[in-house]
């Protein structure tokens, strides 16, 4: 399958500071990729959608000026959390896939990226 | 509210053991189903997926899993575990509007 690259895979950082993520598609163009956000013991709940070239769509309840994305180009898709909490400490997974925003098609994941903010 | 539903939160059994684990999805149009492993430390992998056709569907490593659309359901099954099938088990939805909606996960353990 193809893969996505996440990356830092581990991130410890001090309240109020910022931390950016990348998400990278390695072997194929992603006009879509996905942000996640899993909390111990929970489901991955969706963030938001990164769009290539276009603002990203968030989800409900998610505040878009707390997590700031950014899909410049169509291999890589960031994700920034700007005034960084403990509350925000999680484990954050990207998704992409050349056709991921389509039926019949699967997505594929990056590794995730352990948050901890202390 | 659309949901996925997994029945169990933590299953141990021993190998050789037949798994079944439950996926039951609230979302009434045209779907795509998958289920998703996550071995510890490592991506999510996938182990199978329903788009159309035969509602039997199989994946990798010996899984299998069954769409029921009466039931909304799409249960994963594997007739022997080993150890190594140890991992946290995902059922996962695609909608009409493309997102997919996890359940909370299984975790399974096999005992040797």
């Known amino acids: 399958g193809a893969v996505v690259s996440q990356h830092p895979s581990r991130v410890i950082c001090k309240s109020g500071t910022s931390v950016k993520i990348e998400c990278r598609s390695l072997d194929f163009q992603a006009t879509t990729m996905f942000w996640y956000r899993q909390f111990p013991k929970q489901s991955l709940m969706l963030m938001a959608t990164s769009n290539e070239g276009s603002k990203a769509t968030y989800e409900q309840g998610v505040e878009k000026d707390k997590f700031l994305i950014n899909h410049a180009s169509l291999t890589l898709s960031t994700l920034t959390v700007t005034s960084a909490h403990p509350e925000d400490s999680s484990f954050y997974i990207c998704?992409?896939?050349?056709?991921?925003?389509?039926?019949?098609?699967?997505?594929?994941f990056g590794q995730g990226t352990r948050l901890t903010v202390v | 509210a659309q949901s996925v539903s997994q029945h169990n939160h933590h299953v141990i059994l021993s190998e050789a053991a037949s798994l079944e684990l439950g996926c039951n999805y609230s979302y009434g149009g045209t779907v795509n189903l998958f289920w998703y492993v996550q071995y510890p430390g490592q991506h999510l992998q996938l182990l199978l997926k329903?788009?159309?056709?035969?509602?039997l569907v199989k994946g990798i490593k010996g899984f299998e899993a069954e769409f029921i659309k009466s039931k909304f359901s799409f249960n994963l099954r594997k007739p022997s575990v080993q150890w190594s099938d140890t991992a946290e088990y995902f059922c996962a939805v695609k909608r009409g509007d493309y997102k997919l909606s996890f359940g909370a996960g299984t975790t399974v353990t096999v005992r040797a």
């Open positions: 329903y788009f159309s056709g035969d509602p």
């Open positions: 998704s992409a896939g050349d056709g991921a925003a389509l039926l019949n098609t699967e997505a594929f």
